[in-house]
T-cell receptor
Framework: DSGVTQTPKHLITATGQRVTLRCSPR?????VYWYQQSLDQGLQFLIH???????AKGNILERFSAQQFPDLHSELNLSSLELGDSALYFC????????????FGQGTRLTVV | EDKVVQSPLSLVVHEGDTVTLNCSYE??????LLWYKQEKKAPTFLFML????IEKKSGRLSSILDKKELFSILNITATQTGDSAVYLC??????????????FGKGTKLSVIP
């Protein structure tokens, strides 16, 4: 157990809908990273928050947004969902700005039907 | 755009064989290269390499980085069925905006058969 908690574990929703994925980082970690893993694209970096502030954006679609709250948990919001958004979404946390020291959560499996 | 390419994409070997997994990269502001093992869900960290030519070892696994030729290899000796997994290579780079970013390769799926 990495100490990073993601909810829900599985999510099935219809195209056009909006969902929110939640991540609780390890105690003491200030950084939260979001990744998307699909079969054809591999693991792709979406966005990084540090102590409530956005620090880096990767290949995140405009339909997706994230935030990190004062208690340091983070949420990833996915809207106007398309079939191609079906993927495993991982959250990782680290104590500082370096993702190399990050621990991954178990992921949320999103299926868009 | 930063790029990480792993080869082969998949590999099937017999228990006891030795395997070599490859990772090449093109990254601006390179900081480190990492290897992860992904079984069913979350990737788990194996190695971080920052300097060329220094081999990192952990049991039957070892890895080395060549910063001149921009590649790394992961070796697994005396493979066991428990080594079956997807092995991910990632490169850490400084974004220039106060943050580091990991770029992952698509992974090598290793299947070890008894």
């Amino acid at each position: 157990d990495s100490g990073v908690t993601q909810t829900p574990k599985h999510l099935i929703t219809a195209t056009g809908q909006r969902v929110t994925l939640r991540c609780s980082p390890r105690s003491g970690d200030l950084s939260v990273y979001w990744y998307q893993q699909s079969l054809d694209q591999g693991l792709q970096f979406l966005i990084h928050y540090y102590n409530g502030e956005e620090r880096a954006k990767g290949n995140i679609l405009e339909r997706f947004s994230a935030q990190q709250f004062p208690d340091l948990h983070s949420e990833l919001n996915l809207s106007s969902l398309e079939l191609g958004d079906s993927a495993l979404y991982f959250c990782a946390s680290s104590v500082d700005l370096r993702g190399t020291e990050a621990f991954f959560g178990q992921g949320t499996r999103l299926t868009v039907v | 755009e930063d790029k990480v390419v792993q080869s082969p994409l998949s590999l099937v070997v017999h228990e006891g064989d030795t395997v070599t997994l490859n990772c090449s990269y093109e990254v601006t502001n390179f900081r480190s290269l990492l290897w992860y093992k992904q079984e069913k869900k979350a990737p788990t960290f194996l190695f971080m390499l920052t300097s060329s030519g220094i081999e990192k070892k952990s049991g039957r696994l070892s890895s080395i980085l060549d910063k001149k030729e921009l590649f790394s290899i992961l070796n697994i000796t005396a493979t066991q069925t428990g080594d079956s997994a997807v092995y991910l290579c990632a490169v850490e780079a400084w974004t220039g905006a106060g943050s580091y970013q990991l770029t992952f390769g698509k992974g090598t799926k290793l299947s070890v058969i008894p």
